[in-house]
């Protein structure tokens, strides 16, 4: 029995379902009654903003970006709409000045909805506040910032960005605050090279990120940040000697400043156990003196922080140099029927040696000769190079100080 009632209710729960659901369908599809329906949440569209940046305006603010709308009509019409084919927008074209303007927005039912079926309650209720301000335009740079730490022995070097410059569009007056964008790029013990993109922050003349950006579109919100990082290294500065006037590397005292040159290079470059200076001709230094030399580097290394010069300060102070006037003076060559005549019959000469050598040597044992092969002819007064050379024998550690020596004469005709 208990079984049966239960049966019997089910049966009656059902028919009373169906028989409101044909009811109800009745209404819907046969009457089709006058209702209304809350449409939540639809988003504010706004239009025409083409025209108002033409005008030189932007719409900074919207009071309501979201609208709840109250729609009436047909029953059959309001429950084909919802939020995803209702849509607001409201119209800014007609806008020719900065300040609040009130506007009203515009709903758009779908295509195959006949609009005389369904309105709009209140349009009271689809008032928005637009704000307008002047738009501006601004280009402003970029930079970069390394805010990690190197390892030991490198160096980061100049940062830089691509692209190193930002166009900015917004407000005026918030475009006025901006005074550049910052990029930072950070890293613990880095040794090698960093390239990265990373996000933008505008700052403002003093180093403060500047808020509420909402309005401001900027042409890139990431750039491409390089940290040149390379190894640091002091290499030894060198020189060379050619031996001549009496001298040999041996027999020099030299000093180079700065002795060493700090490099920056590429983890991957080579680099050079010493950098030469280059080399000095011995028979060319009278006495101590100091030069100026380039500090030439190979390709891919990079000085830093350093002279493109270095002092090279030479001595010999283990030996001996003395001036000496030789008569001992040979011209060859003479031009047939000419007679050559010196303007100066002794030729002063440097010489250098170990200092009792030096002390003991004369004048005849000097020789100088003189090709006057290549002479002008006539009897105007010339300057011919002369060859300088030491007698033959027991002089091997003496040396001729200089190669630059000539004498001045005359070339006259012989009677």
């Known amino acids: 029995m208990k079984n049966s009632k239960k049966n019997r209710k089910m049966v009656n729960m059902a028919l009373a379902v169906l028989l409101a659901f044909g009811l109800w369908f009745y209404v819907i599809n046969v009457e089709n009654p006058t209702g209304s329906a809350n449409l939540r949440d639809l988003p504010v569209e706004l239009q025409g903003e083409f025209q108002?940046?033409?005008?030189?305006?932007m719409v900074t603010d919207v009071s309501q970006e979201t609208m709840n709308v109250k729609v009436t009509g047909k029953?059959?019409?309001?429950?084909?709409?919802?939020?995803?084919?209702?849509?607001?927008?409201?119209d800014v074209s007609s806008i020719t000045g900065e300040g609040e303007h009130d506007l009203i927005c515009k709903a758009?039912?779908?295509?195959?909805i006949n609009t005389d079926n369904v309105a709009v309650s209140s349009w009271s209720e689809m008032k928005v506040t637009v704000t307008v301000e002047k738009k501006g335009t601004k280009t402003i740079e970029v930079r970069g910032e390394f805010i990690g730490t190197e390892a030991e022995g490198c160096l980061a070097g100049t940062v830089t960005t691509d692209p190193g410059e930002l166009e900015l569009t917004g407000p005026e007056d918030k475009l006025a605050q901006i005074d550049y964008a910052q990029v930072q790029v950070g890293g613990e013990s880095v040794s090698d090279t960093i390239v990265e993109q990373a996000p933008?922050?505008?700052?403002?003349?003093n180093g403060v990120p500047v808020e509420n950006l909402e309005n401001i579109t900027s042409s890139a919100t990431e750039v491409e940040i390089t940290v040149p990082v390379r190894r640091v290294v002091n290499i030894p500065l060198t020189v060379t000697f050619q031996d001549g006037g009496g001298a040999t590397s041996q027999d020099v005292t030299y000093e180079i400043t700065p002795a060493s040159v700090t490099v920056t290079a590429e983890n991957r470059e080579k680099l050079p156990a010493s950098?030469?200076?280059?080399?000095?001709?011995?028979?060319?230094?009278?006495?101590?003196?100091?030069?100026?030399?380039?500090?030439?580097?190979?390709?891919?290394?990079?000085?830093?922080?350093?002279?493109?010069?270095?002092?090279?300060?030479?001595?010999l102070d283990k030996l001996a140099s003395r001036q000496i006037a030789t008569g001992n003076i040979n011209l060859t060559n003479v031009p047939e029927g000419y007679a050559a005549s010196l303007v100066s019959p002794k030729l002063y000469v440097w010489v250098r040696g170990t200092p009792s050598q030096v002390s003991k040597l004369t004048a005849?044992?000097?020789?100088v000769e003189v090709d006057l092969?290549?002479?002008?002819?006539?009897?105007?007064?010339q300057r011919l190079p002369a060859t300088v050379s030491l007698a033959e024998g027991n002089l091997t550690d003496m040396g001729i100080v200089g190669t630059r020596y000539s004498v001045a004469l005359r070339l006259t005709p012989s009677s």
Not at 287 to 298: E, K, Q, V
Not at 364 to 367: G, N, T
């Open 52 to 57: 108002l940046a033409e005008a030189g305006l």
């Open 75 to 90: 029953k059959k019409t309001l429950m084909k709409l919802d939020k995803k084919n209702v849509s607001l927008s409201v």
């Open 108 to 112: 758009t039912f779908p295509a195959h």
């Open 200 to 205: 933008v922050v505008f700052m403002d003349k």
């Open 275 to 315: 950098i030469s200076l280059g080399e000095i001709d011995l028979s060319q230094v009278y006495g101590d003196t100091s030069y100026s030399m380039p500090i030439r580097l190979p390709h891919g290394i990079t000085a830093w922080g350093a002279s493109s010069y270095a002092s090279v300060s030479v001595s």
């Open 364 to 367: 005849d044992e000097i020789a």
């Open 373 to 381: 092969s290549g002479a002008a002819l006539g009897d105007e007064l």
